[in-house]
């Protein structure tokens, strides 16, 4: 059976290209960077080319580029990395809210679009606030923040602004201009697992989690993945369309078939790449199953969540019940998806959707 993949916004394929670029490395790479003979040399080499490539991707110096294992890393050095009382959101990604849990932190709450107001970020403000962080697009609704203006009002208070750009890097323009710290994943860019980046603008200074060697400028300690920062440096000059049509294709097409069928976050503005919908009398884990079974791989929920029993806190936190968040499903399109695709997709979703609800005792 054919299989087509739908479900990006968790992980993306490595891309052919950065494959490429990937194997010489393992194969001749294999020197620490730190080291000061050829083998080593060679390997500092090919990390500073990956810290240009990911700095060009950005639009800053590579002087800015932190290579981590990842965004979770990304996110708790970012956080970590300053002392002081902290601004987030209720609906930001767990590498954020499960490292505040014992912080001093207020929760600014997002609307019913998943938007999170500037205003309501002004005032979650204190004297002794040192960051404000906030998800540049959400990983399940796929809304963009107005990251922009929120760093203006946290400079404006004295206080870092830092962004989760894990969801939005390479679907949307991203401009770091007055961005103190921005999150880089590769595995979402079609690069491997295992290697990030946490941009920290020059000037600004953060408290390293990690301790041993000088490396990544002492802001991270740990010797260098040098194949894994080659992969995001490739990662970083793919070419990459514009998905909107293919997801507004979908859209629709779901829209058209399938009754009671409704877009979570339709009101917002919303990465290219992602839709998340619910259906009225169906649990999402089975439709998840029911069109895994048809060969397409789409979600419930976020990645990190799986097997999770609550329902997701994003659907619950811009007003949905609990049977409502259950009922969803993200659909997050990528490189490689095309129209017939798409159309497969919509054709799947409607049969799956008419027998779940033949067998549901609560859709009528």
Do not use: W
């Amino acid at each position: 059976m054919e299989r087509f993949y739908f479900d990006h916004n968790a992980t993306t394929p490595v891309a052919l290209a950065v494959i490429d670029a990937l194997v010489p490395v393992l194969r001749e790479g294999f020197g620490n960077a730190s080291s000061i003979h050829q083998p080593g040399q060679q390997a500092k080499q090919i990390l500073e080319r990956a810290r240009r490539q990911v700095a060009a991707f950005l639009n800053c110096s590579p002087k800015e580029i932190v290579f981590t294992s990842g965004g979770t890393e990304s996110d708790n050095l970012a956080i970590f990395g300053v002392n002081g009382h902290i601004v987030t959101s209720n609906i930001e990604h767990p590498a954020i809210l499960a490292a505040c849990r014992d912080l001093d932190v207020t929760f600014v709450e997002a609307d019913s679009n998943g938007l999170i107001s500037p205003d309501r970020v002004r005032d979650a403000i204190r004297p002794n606030t040192a960051l404000v962080s906030i998800m540049h697009s959400n990983n399940e609704l796929g809304t963009i923040q107005d990251i922009e203006a929120m760093a203006e009002i946290a400079h404006d208070a004295g206080a870092l602004f830092h962004a989760d750009g894990v969801q939005a890097a390479g679907k949307i323009p991203v401009n770091l201009k007055n961005i103190d710290l921005y999150t880089l994943s590769g595995h979402k860019l079609n690069a491997p697992k295992g290697i990030g980046v946490l941009y920290v603008r020059q000037g600004v200074d953060i408290t390293p989690r990690q301790y041993g060697g000088r490396h990544e400028s002492g802001r991270r300690a740990g010797t260098e993945n040098v194949p894994g920062a080659a992969a995001l440096g490739a990662a970083c000059q793919l070419e990459r369309p514009d998905l909107s049509p293919l997801r507004d294709r979908l859209e629709q097409g779901i829209l058209a078939k399938v009754p009671q069928a409704v877009v979570n976050g339709a009101g917002a503005p919303r990465v290219p790449n992602t839709t998340n919908i619910r259906f009225a009398g169906i649990e999402g884990e089975a439709m998840v199953i029911a069109l895994d079974l048809r060969g397409f791989a789409v979600s419930s929920g976020a990645a990190c969540s799986s097997g999770a029993v609550e329902p997701s806190h994003v659907l619950t936190a811009i007003g949905l019940t609990r049977e409502e968040a259950k009922a969803s499903i993200r659909f997050s399109l990528g490189l490689g998806n095309t129209v017939e695709q798409v159309d497969a997709l919509i054709d799947a979703v409607a049969a799956s959707a008419a027998h779940l609800r033949r067998l549901s005792p609560v859709y009528a």
